[in-house]
């Protein structure tokens, strides 16, 4: 066998993983208690809570609290729900701000045209 076919072979095989990966579905978690869908979570917030948001600061990791308050925190503001056992709260929480970070609307928020246009605007 020569190298160049054993190269062949290995770049054919890893193409054929790689398109494997993107076939199959996500991975589904199951909740221990009923969580929000990750579609309520993403709907827009009332404009008086948009306001009070622009507003005032949220929590940051300096927040004199332990993990597990902090992590209460956050979920609360967000509406997740947490139990005992934050795994679950903490699996949507990431899960949410995947979505939120790939979501199309938020990146065209992210373009640098679009952030003159409202610096322009607000200006």
Request: charged share 15%.
């Given at each position: 066998v020569s190298t160049q076919s054993t190269g062949s072979m290995v770049s054919t095989q890893s193409t054929g993983i790689s398109e494997l990966h993107r076939q199959k579905p996500p991975p589904s978690v199951h909740y221990a208690k009923n969580m929000p869908d990750i579609d309520v979570l993403m709907e827009e917030w009332p404009s008086e809570i948009e306001e009070l948001l622009s507003k005032i600061n949220l929590p940051s990791a300096d927040l004199d609290c332990d993990l597990k308050d902090y992590v209460d925190i956050i979920?609360?503001?967000?509406?997740?729900?947490?139990?005992?056992?934050?795994?679950?709260?903490?699996?949507?929480?990431?899960?949410?701000?995947?979505?939120?970070?790939?979501?199309?609307?938020?990146?065209?928020?992210?373009?640098?045209?679009?952030?003159?246009?409202?610096?322009?605007?607000?200006?």
């Open positions: 979920c609360n503001i967000l509406d997740i729900p947490t139990q005992q056992n934050r795994i679950h709260s903490l699996h949507l929480l990431f899960t949410l701000y995947s979505e939120f970070k790939n979501s199309q609307h938020f990146q065209k928020l992210n373009q640098p045209e679009n952030n003159e246009n409202i610096e322009n605007q607000n200006g």
